[in-house]
């Protein structure tokens, strides 16, 4: 009864399905004997198994089928007619990547999340946890699969940005620190969030990665299918010029940034390209050599066929004229460099992901990489902040005091005049003005428990410029040992903390 049911052109089954746990998709033509013979199968397998195929709650979507059609095969097979995109295994298939109205789910979510909780009780640290821990993993499963529009990338990364600055019933408050930092790496100052569309481009390159190593699967097949094989051998064709919403046309876009990152481990050289892939050194020898790869004949020849599989090697580089006497020093040293290479026939090439030691791709290798290069390198003091051994509330403050961002009154007086004290003084010297430098290390008060610390210690102390300089410098007060370092971290912390405290007291 099955070969009497067709599905898929060029398919060897007659009705290709698709199953998880107990929801199961059928492909089949639109000719109503096809149709009949399926619901028979159905009921046929309901009477055998004894357990019932329920049509009042199964739908069937067309594929470039007019509706008149659709609702006439609806009534014959008594389920319900619907339009596309379907909610498949949590994704809408058939949708527009590009459309806002398609992350709306997304977004619907994170609000509701943000809705239930009770922000008001929320402490810096708390809300910085819940971002990291549930609000920046929320739109991983549809960012694993479709790139994110950026106006949708704005719009959950301001729900984020919100949440962190402000919380229910506090009305409108200061983003103290900019979100570009507040993204950045812990390393470089930030809090280690990252940008969505960083994140979604590390998880759209799990599948170059998985394409090549899956060639048996269907969705390989299907992919190449569409769009053909790249030249590399390797992966699919990632220039198309016809538009479609498939996710794959999204996800080669990302190619570029992807194949920085991958190299070839040698075996027979059969499908690595001599030329343009990185297998030997530091950069492809097109980069290395590349008045030798302009005047190559195939740009794309593969290493076989320049070596051979023997030693000594051919070199068949045909090239398309006489070489000048630069090129010929190129092409000595060239030669000279590959005189180590051993093919070996028997060895499958592979391809490795130069992050990682085990040379397996992840995710998160691939998103720090991407953060990397959106970047400038910086300094900050991440060990004291990060890895001391205090509450994260705490720590999260003193991340403020590094970036020179908590509410003192300088502060106010630029962004809220009638919260500020007047005159602006600071209340534990009653002198100064009050700044951030001034409050934690120059204030009488503050130095003065900045010397009894040293005095325990017995260094000579010398107060520096800026409290971010104090912070940035290594004192080893209590030794060069965890223990040592530990405590040290501590002690700081805590003379800030207790500065702050006091502060509040006086004013409060």
């Known amino acids: ?33 096809d149709l009949l013979t399926l619901k028979s199968v159905l009921l046929v397998f309901g009477h055998i198994s004894g357990l019932k195929v329920n049509l009042d709650k199964s739908n069937i979507y067309g594929i470039n089928l007019g509706q008149d059609h659709l609702h006439r095969l609806a009534e014959l097979l008594d389920c319900k007619a619907s339009g596309w995109p379907i909610l498949y295994l949590g994704l809408p298939l058939g949708g527009n990547p590009k459309s806002g109205s398609f992350w709306d789910p997304v977004i619907e979510r994170i609000s509701s999340r943000l809705d239930g909780w009770q922000k008001t009780y929320l402490s810096f640290g708390g809300r910085i946890t819940l971002i990291q821990s549930c609000l920046t993993h929320m739109p991983c499963y549809f960012l694993s699969l479709f790139k994110i529009p950026a106006s949708v990338a704005v719009r959950i990364e301001r729900l984020q940005r919100d949440f962190l600055w402000s919380g229910a019933g506090e009305g409108k408050r200061d983003h103290l620190v900019s979100w570009d930092v507040v993204c950045k790496s812990k390393m470089k100052g930030g809090l280690g969030l990252g940008r969505i569309s960083l994140r979604n481009s590390a998880l759209l390159g799990k599948w170059l990665w998985r394409y090549p190593r899956e060639g048996s699967a269907l969705w390989h097949q299907v992919i190449l299918s569409i769009y053909g094989s790249h030249s590399n051998g390797w992966d699919a064709n990632t220039v198309v010029r016809w538009s479609h919403r498939c996710p794959w046309k999204a996800i080669a876009q990302f190619f570029q940034d992807f194949s920085k990152f991958t190299r070839f481990m040698v075996g027979d050289g059969e499908r690595i390209r001599f030329w343009e892939d990185l297998w030997w050194g530091d950069q492809p020898l097109g980069v290395r050599f590349p008045r030798l790869l302009r005047v190559v004949m195939d740009k794309n020849i593969p290493i076989s066929s320049i070596l051979g599989s023997t030693r000594p090697f051919s070199w068949n580089f045909n090239f398309r004229h006489n070489l000048s006497d630069s090129e010929i020093e190129d092409l000595e040293s060239l030669m000279q460099s590959l005189d180590h ?168």
């Open 1 to 33: 009864m099955y070969s009497r049911v067709s599905g898929w052109v060029g398919t060897e089954q007659g009705c290709p399905i698709l199953k998880f746990a107990d929801d199961t998709i059928f492909f089949s033509s639109t000719r109503e004997e």
């Open 341 to 508: 290479i051993h093919l070996s026939p028997s060895v499958p090439n592979k391809r490795s992901w130069s992050l990682s030691s085990s040379g397996l791709f992840t995710v998160k290798s691939f998103f720090l990489a991407l953060s990397q290069i959106s970047g400038l390198p910086s300094v900050f003091p991440t060990k004291l902040v990060w890895n001391s051994q205090v509450l994260f509330k705490i720590k999260s403050f003193v991340w403020l005091v590094a970036h020179k961002k908590v509410n003192t009154n300088d502060m106010l007086q630029l962004r809220r005049p009638y919260k500020a004290l007047s005159p602006d003084i600071c209340m534990l010297c009653m002198k100064q003005g009050e700044t951030v430098d001034h409050l934690f290390l120059h204030c009488p008060l503050t130095m003065g428990l900045w010397y009894s610390l040293f005095q325990l210690t017995k260094i000579d102390w010398v107060p520096p410029r800026s409290i971010f300089d104090m912070l940035s410098t290594n004192f080893n007060g209590f030794g060069s040992s965890k223990r040592g370092i530990v405590l040290w971290q501590a002690a700081c912390i805590a003379l800030l903390w207790v500065v702050w405290r006091e502060r509040n007291a006086r004013i409060f």
